[in-house]
Nanobody, 114 residues
């Protein structure tokens, strides 16, 4: 059974940093690309970053480009999202996923504190 367990969220002031983790199981982790998604309050879930099978192959969507860094540790079946210079619009729940596997984890909440 494919599972994703996200962690590392919290409350952070604008300009602050967080490092999210997602541990995956139930499939050969090193053979699949991994993705991070962001769901802001009241909005659709949106993809923010992708990392390919080769760790150097990364892609960032405009909303996070230059601020977030995706990485992976195949020995730990874990993908990370380093979030720097956080903005209020980064508030929401963050999820990881590995296409084409269906289903989502519980996500981890990131809240911008004033």
């Amino acid at each position: 059974q494919v599972q994703f367990v996200e962690s590392g969220g919290g409350s952070v002031h604008p300009g602050g940093s967080l490092r999210l983790s997602c541990r995956a199981s139930g499939f050969p982790f090193s053979s699949y690309s991994m993705e991070w998604y962001h769901q802001a309050p009241g909005k659709e879930r949106e993809k923010v970053a992708i990392i390919g099978v080769q760790a150097g192959a990364t892609y960032y969507f405009d909303s996070v480009k230059g601020r977030f860094t995706i990485s992976r540790d195949n020995a730990k079946n874990t993908v990370y999202l380093q979030m720097n210079n956080l903005k209020p619009e980064d508030t929401g729940v963050y999820y990881c996923n590995a296409p084409p596997f269906p289903g989502w984890g519980q996500g981890t909440q990131v809240t911008g504190a004033s």
